[in-house]
């Protein structure tokens, strides 16, 4: 399933402000605000992702086109069924403790992202095999087969072209170059990332002239282009829904009330408005982008229906809870929209952030493969759902069609126990002095490819 080029205008942009008139040059520290708070840096860890890209590699990264180049496997080979792959190495790579890179370290990194396919050691290469075909494994090990090792000191160290220098968990992380990448020695000498920073506080930063790059909300996107800031966007990768929890003793959600929610919902008066047209309104769980069908699920509201199911109800089976994280992206105003939309079709929804017993959670699960019908798998065990047996499984012979992959979503969305409302893209404002080299500074997933980043000027 081939992906389709995804660069929007703005990051375009990000990439002409590197002229011929204006020559890359090394040094410089890169001040960078996120609003994740990681335990660690490892890819293991779900919001470390942005950190882990600085110094984990995989064996191939897509360029502008997702078309699979070579990282740290220089070439690959697969059978007829696309069954069993097999991976060259790059010669000459080395470990942030210095010594090499090897089959080793990579079937054990592999092994443990890809638990369902077995790897082993092949010559100087590793060979990854599968029960049923995957055409699209360089789509998944793009993103999410990092490769590492253990140190002497038993911590993970990468190949990447930044070296960690400091972590402390929940308030700063520090890189630097690595000076024998094999890649070439980045332009920065040195990154700085500050964890845990409210929206609010990073864009007054980038304002100010503290930081270099932040990550923007949808509705700082007005405020950054009048202050003529430079946005770099991923494809719509986060999905944001309603998930309903589990049945509380006593307290069932009726499927009438959930489906009268879902019909209720106006998202494109939430699109226009709170997400100010960032992203695509959805009703599904996999991106159109992805996918190819996402738009053959209703996303347009119908009150006449939703008032018709509540009203077929109890008046006290009318009523649910609906939580939000209150560090998820405009989530509060999404959450409240919500319930405004529902009270016209005559439910009550009770709003409050944190409530580990509402009914309902407003939730922000961004996707962990580019092989769709992984993504599909990790979506439902992520929203609670209970998922089909995986597209393609029952058959050794053919890859999951997008039929098969189309069929499996429509069954996890029976019942309406998540309620698919947008897809959104990653966003980071940069700030006047950052130039990008050649390529865009932020992969398709929202990684980040920094050893491209220079800076212009001195640091104020």
Same mark, same amino acid.
């Given at each position: 399933? @081939?992906?389709?080029?995804?660069?929007?205008?703005? /990051?375009?942009?990000?990439? $002409?402000?590197?002229?011929?008139?204006?020559?890359?040059?090394?040094?410089?520290?890169?001040?960078?605000?996120? *609003?994740?708070?990681?335990?660690?840096?490892?890819?293991?860890?779900?919001?470390?992702?942005?950190?882990?890209?600085?110094?984990?590699?995989?064996?191939?990264?897509? +360029?502008?086109? !997702?078309?699979?180049?070579?990282?740290?496997?220089?070439?690959?080979?697969? !059978?007829?069924?696309?069954? *069993?792959?097999?991976?060259?190495?790059?010669?000459?790579?080395?470990?942030?403790?210095?010594?090499?890179?090897?089959?080793?370290?990579?079937?054990?990194?592999?092994?443990?992202?890809?638990?369902?396919?077995?790897?082993? /050691?092949?010559?100087?290469?590793?060979?990854?095999?599968?029960?049923?075909?995957?055409? +699209?494994?360089?789509?998944?090990?793009?993103?999410?087969?990092?490769?590492?090792?253990?140190?002497?000191?038993?911590?993970?160290?990468?190949?990447?072209?930044?070296?960690?220098?400091?972590? #402390?968990?929940?308030?700063?992380?520090?890189?630097?170059?690595?000076?024998?990448?094999?890649?070439?020695?980045?332009?920065?000498?040195?990154?700085?990332?500050?964890?845990? @920073?409210?929206?609010? +506080? #990073?864009?007054?930063?980038? #304002?100010?002239?503290?930081?270099?790059?932040?990550?923007?909300?949808?509705?700082?996107?007005?405020?950054?282009?009048?202050?003529? *800031?430079?946005?770099?966007?991923?494809?719509?990768?986060?999905?944001?829904?309603?998930?309903?929890?589990?049945?509380?003793?006593?307290?069932?959600?009726?499927? *009438?009330?959930?489906?009268?929610?879902?019909?209720?919902? !106006?998202?494109?008066?939430?699109?226009?408005?709170?997400?100010?047209?960032?992203?695509?309104?959805?009703?599904?769980?996999?991106?159109?982008?992805?996918?190819?069908?996402?738009?053959?699920?209703?996303?347009?509201? +119908?009150?006449?229906?939703?008032? #018709?199911?509540?009203?077929?109800?109890?008046?006290?089976?009318?009523?649910?809870?609906?939580?939000?994280?209150?560090?998820?992206?405009?989530?509060?105003?999404?959450?409240?929209?919500?319930?405004?939309?529902?009270?016209?079709?005559?439910?009550?929804?009770?709003?409050?952030?944190?409530? $580990?017993?509402?009914?309902?959670?407003?939730?922000?699960?961004?996707?962990?493969?580019?092989?769709?019908?992984?993504?599909? $798998?990790?979506?439902?065990?992520?929203?609670?759902?209970?998922?089909?047996?995986?597209?393609?499984?029952?058959?050794?012979?053919?890859?999951?069609?997008?039929?098969?992959?189309?069929?499996?979503?429509?069954?996890?969305?029976?019942?309406?126990?998540?309620?698919?409302?947008?897809?959104?893209?990653?966003?980071?404002?940069?700030?006047?002095?950052?130039? /990008?080299?050649?390529?865009?500074?932020?992969?398709?997933?929202?990684?980040?490819?920094?050893?491209?980043?220079?800076?212009?000027?001195?640091?104020?």
């Amino acid at each position: 399933m @081939r992906l389709s080029a995804w660069f929007p205008p703005a /990051v375009l942009s990000a990439l $002409a402000l590197c002229g011929a008139a204006t020559r890359p040059h090394y040094g410089g520290t890169l001040r960078v605000e996120i *609003r994740a708070a990681p335990s660690a840096i490892d890819p293991a860890v779900a919001d470390a992702a942005p950190l882990a890209s600085l110094v984990f590699e995989t064996l191939v990264r897509l +360029d502008r086109d !997702d078309a699979p180049q070579p990282c740290l496997a220089v070439s690959w080979q697969h !059978d007829t069924a696309a069954k *069993r792959w097999q991976f060259n190495l790059r010669p000459g790579v080395k470990f942030h403790d210095g010594t090499p890179l090897t089959a080793a370290p990579v079937v054990e990194s592999l092994q443990a992202a890809l638990p369902d396919l077995t790897v082993a /050691v092949a010559g100087d290469g590793v060979v990854v095999r599968a029960n049923r075909p995957v055409p +699209d494994l360089l789509l998944d090990l793009a993103h999410n087969g990092a490769v590492f090792a253990h140190s002497a000191t038993g911590s993970l160290v990468g190949t990447g072209a930044f070296v960690v220098t400091a972590f #402390e968990p929940g308030r700063r992380a520090a890189f630097a170059a690595n000076e024998n990448y094999w890649g070439g020695r980045p332009f920065l000498d040195s990154i700085e990332v500050q964890l845990d @920073r409210a929206a609010r +506080d #990073e864009l007054t930063d980038l #304002e100010l002239g503290k930081a270099d790059v932040v990550e923007l909300l949808p509705v700082d996107l007005r405020r950054a282009a009048a202050d003529g *800031r430079t946005v770099w966007s991923s494809a719509a990768v986060d999905l944001m829904a309603v998930a309903f929890a589990p049945a509380a003793p006593g307290r069932p959600v009726d499927a *009438r009330l959930r489906e009268a929610l879902a019909l209720s919902i !106006d998202r494109a008066a939430m699109h226009n408005v709170l997400l100010q047209k960032q992203g695509e309104i959805s009703a599904a769980l996999l991106p159109q982008w992805m996918s190819g069908y996402a738009f053959t699920f209703s996303r347009a509201p +119908d009150l006449a229906r939703a008032r #018709e199911l509540a009203n077929a109800l109890p008046p006290a089976q009318r009523t649910l809870s609906l939580t939000y994280d209150p560090a998820m992206r405009v989530a509060r105003l999404l959450a409240e929209r919500v319930a405004v939309n529902a009270r016209d079709a005559g439910i009550t929804v009770q709003v409050s952030p944190q409530n $580990a017993h509402a009914d309902a959670r407003l939730v922000d699960v961004r996707l962990d493969s580019l092989d769709p019908a992984k993504a599909l $798998a990790d979506l439902a065990t992520a929203l609670g759902l209970v998922a089909p047996a995986a597209p393609g499984a029952s058959s050794s012979s053919a890859a999951p069609s997008a039929a098969a992959l189309y069929e499996s979503e429509r069954k996890l969305l029976e019942g309406w126990r998540a309620i698919p409302l947008f897809h959104l893209p990653v966003l980071f404002g940069a700030g006047g002095r950052v130039r /990008v080299y050649a390529r865009p500074a932020i992969t398709r997933v929202g990684d980040w490819r920094f050893d491209n980043v220079w800076l212009s000027g001195t640091a104020p």
